[in-house]
């Protein structure tokens, strides 16, 4: 099953940082959350009374079993991957303002809605730009169950530019050759590059 | 394994928020990341090829396998819950500032420090407190690999005290009586209870 959705997310087409603007939205598939991997997740990472069993649940003040905030964010990210398929992939750098204002119970249908926040070029990597993203997950009853702001590194598409040899004929794009050198965003658009 | 981490966690002496304050620290145990678990996580929540096998990590800007973020994340609220094992558990409410400055690799062995930044009242709920911790999660070398600060509510102790009948031999402290009521804190020291 997880294998499926690597090899899906492998064939479908991948994204550029070039592809997303601020302002883009992408929602994931429907993602349906068992009682038993809710279980099992928790007996790996947060052993906790409420995440643990029925019987233990229900003496809690949840009055019933609940999925630990980590798997609600471990099972963000998988959509999130899903979903917005980041060429070479995207690289978390950071999160601010993880809340979890809802339970997530067993049976819940989560499902994920991104927000392009911001879209700026690495200053440390220029192959690579670094995009600000909010997340709001929800449950199949519209309830939001978590939320987040998120920095992620993500691949540029890597322009071509011809080199100045002097020869006639040599200005042609071809891709590949060592004819053409990278051209940085910064040079073309004179923007900047950092912070 | 799991299982015997929710054991041993459920017969250590359980915390409330009464004995932790603002400047404890407490130090986990020790806990392995081994390369099969790291890969079984990354396809369940985190499909990326920088995770997913050594191969398609090789060609990857880290060269080799590193663990999902979120795997990190994890890790530590298994090691966080069984060092600190609050009595009726901890409730994530947020977590800020998540970051991963260093890279999670095959065999790397983390250990979590946490740092107790703040302990107040619940406004809402008089049985519980909330705890504002910082979590700082190392390697074997002493790099950090992980660092958030998180809010979590917690169980309170609860003392009782005697309920004036007028009638003598009545005031005597027994846990569990009906004939004491419960004391909030608030009552007790007119501290402020909210926000």
Redesign the interface.
């Known amino acids: 099953m ?2 499926q ?2 090899l899906l ?1 492998a064939v479908m087409k991948k994204r550029y940082c070039d592809d997303v603007k601020v302002g883009d939205r992408f929602k994931s598939e429907p993602l349906r959350v068992t009682e038993k991997k809710l279980i099992e ?1 928790a ?8 995440h ?1 069993s029925r019987k233990s649940a229900a003496r ?2 949840f009055k019933g079993l609940i999925a ?4 609600t ?3 963000t ?2 959509l999130f ?2 979903t917005l398929s980041f060429a ?13 204002p809802n339970a997530v119970r067993p049976g819940d249908v989560l499902t994920v809605e991104t927000k392009i926040l911001g879209v700026r070029l690495s200053r440390s ?1 220029p192959r690579y730009a670094i995009i600000r993203l909010r997340n709001v997950t929800t449950n199949q009853s519209g309830e939001v169950v978590q939320t987040m702001l998120a920095s992620a590194m993500v691949r540029r598409r890597l322009r071509l530019r011809p080199v100045t040899t002097g020869r006639k004929g040599t200005g042609r794009v071809v891709r590949g050759s060592t004819r053409y050198e990278r051209m940085s965003h910064s040079k073309r658009t004179g923007r900047k590059t950092s912070p």
């Open positions: 997880t294998h959705c690597a997310s997740f007996h790996k990472f947060d052993p906790q009374m409420f643990l809690t003040v630990s905030g980590w798997h964010a471990a099972l990210m998988r991957v899903q070479k992939g995207a690289i978390g750098l950071g999160v601010d303002k993880l809340r979890w990597r």
